[in-house]
């Protein structure tokens, strides 16, 4: 068990898309590197000023690439500390470099957080290394020695939590994703299946009246060919849309005429009022399902993480060619608008995009935290 737990760290790979460098980067560098100069000023232990700032700058200069090459910039920082310690001891030099070099902290901690597993393997064994070394030429007392181990080790640590946070936050946006995929594909299974079925039983009755009736033959024929071309619609916009194996549920799928059941108030919680207006008739079953869940969704969403709001809107709105969906509540906005509710928002994006449609969710101009969505009619464009 615990080697195949090592061999599983040692084959993880590096997080995919590390952050580019930002002006903070460049400033915690710059700050570092003034921190440098004014202590090598002001210090009257140090033999050589200027070796002492050439060997602080090669070894803070490699913060600025740590994240996409976090192993090269710790054996350049720390080879450099443990070959100026190594020095050090066989010159009996006491003066120490200066304490800027604090910042390599950084450096173990972006190792563990933007490091594959052999790396940071590999470069905590660099940075342990070092610590013993300079122990050696700055003997201190068992606490400090304790805690300057301590101060690496919970960098590393930090990196290695923010790492696997950011997985978990990963995948589970990623399920919300896939059920919402999923879930978009049942409904349009479950059109598509209604359309068969009146497909099947209509050619039924064509053949029961093609011989007496031959006249009557020509007008069911009509009817299948109808049927046929809005299950053909449907077919196309399920294109792409995966889905699991499961047994579909043949009951018909909500749409926009059942938005009216999400409105009304339960004790405790906002008011919700729908509102509905324009061409809202003949929409295409999968984009009347998804209005639906994109609504519920919202609605969710505002009654549970909306502060203080006492009323959430829902208003449909449907032209010749496209419908739009806008909830907003008047609740106070907050970081669990965007984040606790993530994975739902997540799912809600899915389906829009996948009807051809797009999606906005945030806070609104009046206050309060507005979704808005806009599809076309007729599902994703063939």
């Not at 997080?15 to 980067?25: I, Q």
């Not at 006491?94 to 790396?119: M, N, P, Q």
């Not at 965007?338 to 449609?357: D, F, N, P, V």
Request: hydrophobic share 50%; aromatic share 6%; proline share 4%.
């Amino acid at each position: 068990m615990v080697t195949k737990a090592l061999r599983s760290l040692w084959a993880e790979p590096r997080p995919a898309n590390p952050p580019r460098r930002v002006w903070r980067d460049g400033a915690l560098i710059a700050v570092l590197l003034t921190w440098s100069v004014l202590e090598a000023v002001l210090r009257d232990d140090l033999t050589s000023r200027p070796l002492a700032l050439a060997a602080v700058f090669v070894v803070l200069a490699p913060l600025w690439w740590r994240r996409t090459r976090p192993l090269v910039a710790v054996v350049i920082s720390f080879g450099t500390l443990t070959a100026v310690d190594v020095a050090r001891i066989l010159a009996g030099e006491d003066a120490g470099l200066l304490t800027s070099i604090s910042g390599v902290l950084v450096l173990a901690y972006a190792l563990f957080r933007w490091g594959a597993g052999r790396e940071a393997a590999t470069g905590l064994g660099v940075i342990l290394v070092w610590l013993v070394v300079t122990h050696l030429a700055d003997p201190t007392s068992p606490a400090d020695t304790v805690a300057a181990y301590a101060f690496f080790l919970f960098a590393a640590a930090s990196g290695a939590a923010i790492r696997y946070h950011a997985y978990a936050r990963t995948r589970d946006i990623d399920e919300a994703t896939a059920r919402e995929r999923e879930q978009l594909a049942r409904d349009l299974h479950d059109t598509v299946a209604h359309h068969v079925s009146g497909i099947a039983i209509q050619a039924q009755a064509g053949r029961a009246v093609a011989a007496s009736h031959p006249e009557r033959a020509s007008e069911v024929l009509a009817v299948i060919e109808d049927a046929a071309s809005r299950t053909l619609t449907e077919l196309r916009t399920m294109v792409g849309v995966l889905r699991a194996t499961e047994v579909a549920d043949f009951a018909p799928s909500p749409g926009v005429a059942d938005l009216k059941r999400l409105a009304g108030r339960a004790e405790g919680e906002p008011q919700v009022d729908v509102e509905l207006s324009g061409e809202l008739d003949d929409l295409s079953p999968a984009v009347g399902a998804a209005l639906y869940r994109l609504a519920q969704e919202s609605v969710t969403n505002a009654r549970r993480h909306a502060r203080c709001a006492t009323r959430v809107a829902v208003r449909v709105v449907g032209d010749a060619d496209r419908v739009q969906l806008t909830v907003d509540d008047d609740g106070a906005v907050s970081t669990a608008d965007g984040s606790a509710s993530g994975y739902g928002l997540a799912g809600i994006q899915e389906r829009a995009k996948l009807l051809g449609g797009t999606f906005q969710a945030g806070p609104s101009a009046g206050g309060g935290w507005r979704v808005e969505a806009m599809l076309p009619r007729a599902g994703a464009p063939r």
